[in-house]
């Protein structure tokens, strides 16, 4: 009978999620790009360098020149991380909470003193070697999240790393007017999403409140970019192509499963002037609906970029339903971009534009 007791107890603990969820549905990419965050995330025809592995493997065949990129870094946080970690103003406080952020007590208590915000904070590391047709790479990334309505309800975490070898491989056909392409992940995967009572300590069992495991995942990109004025181009990328599934389970037990999701993209290129880029890009993610709880108006992601002599970029975008924007500045050596972007952080189902979470992203790469 306490057998019996234990594994009901195991098996609860294992699907009594938190609310506080991942945005999974209408940001499916495993890491994701300052350059297209600022796009709205609408990105799919642009992608034309090593990000093309996440976004549409079929931009390898527009990658000018090779890049080895050793120093790859995503930084990402939002208004709530930064209000509770701003210290009160003072600079070296703030300096020691950025430390507690990353401990449950810590990030518990930074909350405790500023309740009612989510906090969120991404970084993504993904070293590689890309030419046209190829990348080479591998990926890391690590989000927490963590809410905190008041102080008499549940403190919510929610925690996904994702690290794995990365390859990805393109072709085109007919001079160009048709790429296709394909990249397989050897992805890892562990996470925890849990809450505490407002009596309970912030105690977390690592057999039991992670969950982990290992997949081959495989996105597919097609792109076809017809000759004429502005260069219309149409795009699809088929995510998790292979239908996955976890493997080598760990601790808790498998991961959520990653639902195999089919995007579509158009985009137009006027020309501007000699030394002047333009693009615009239209998106919509997850045509097939498995994510049912995301209303249409989430999927629809528009962008513009504007870039000058390809050494300077100034990009609006509207995603999630809201506005993103950034810079950003490149060579054969250097990136860097600083991206501000929102998403929909309502709890309601089909919610759209009740609940802003405004984000900020510097990225920077170099290389050669």
């Known amino acids: 009978m306490a057998k019996l007791l234990n594994i009901l ?32 995330n609408a990105y799919m025809s642009k992608v034309d360098d090593s990000w093309s592995a996440f976004y549409n493997p079929a931009g390898l065949g527009t990658v000018r020149g090779v890049q080895f990129h050793l ?19 003072n600079f070296l406080n703030s300096t020691g909470d950025y430390t507690d952020a990353f401990t449950a007590d810590g990030l518990r208590s930074l909350h405790a003193d500023s309740p009612g915000r989510i906090s969120h904070a991404r970084i993504n590391l993904f070293p590689n070697i890309t030419f046209r047709g190829f990348t080479l790479g ?16 549940d403190f919510e975490i929610a925690e996904r790393t994702d690290s794995g070898p990365v390859m990805a491989l393109n072709l085109s056909l007919f001079g160009g007017i048709i790429k296709i392409g394909a990249t397989g992940i050897l992805l890892t995967r562990r996470q925890i999403q849990k809450d505490f009572t407002s009596v309970e300590s912030t105690n977390i069992d690592e057999q039991v409140d992670y969950r982990k495991g290992t997949m081959t995942h495989v996105t597919a990109g097609m792109r076809i970019t017809l000759p004429f004025f502005m260069l219309p181009t149409l795009s699809v990328v088929h995510r998790n192509s292979s239908q996955g599934q976890w493997y080598d389970e760990e601790l808790g037990g498998a991961p959520d499963e990653i639902p195999q999701t089919t995007d579509v993209g158009f985009s137009l290129e006027p020309i501007a002037a000699r030394n002047l880029r333009m693009h615009f890009e239209v998106n919509y993610k997850d045509i097939g609906d498995q994510y049912d709880t995301v209303g249409t108006n989430r999927k629809i992601m528009g962008g513009m970029e504007i870039g000058w002599k390809r050494m300077f970029f100034f990009r609006l975008g509207y995603g999630d339903g ?45 290389g050669f």
């Open 9 to 40: 107890i195991l098996l609860f603990s294992m699907n009594a999620h938190a609310i506080l969820d991942f945005e999974d549905a209408t940001t499916p990419e495993l890491i994701t790009s300052a350059r297209a965050k600022a796009m709205g």
């Open 322 to 366: 809201w506005g993103s924007g950034g810079i950003g500045v490149r060579n054969e050596q250097f990136i860097f971009d600083l991206t501000t972007y929102a998403i929909e952080a309502s709890e309601k189902e089909n919610a759209f534009r009740e609940d802003e979470d405004r984000r900020y992203i510097m990225s920077f790469s170099s």
């Open 71 to 89: 120093g790859n870094v995503h930084l990402e946080t939002n208004n709530g991380f930064l209000d509770i970690t701003g210290g009160n103003g």
């Open 138 to 153: 591998y990926m890391y990334s690590q989000q927490n999240r963590a809410r905190l309505k008041s102080i008499d309800d």
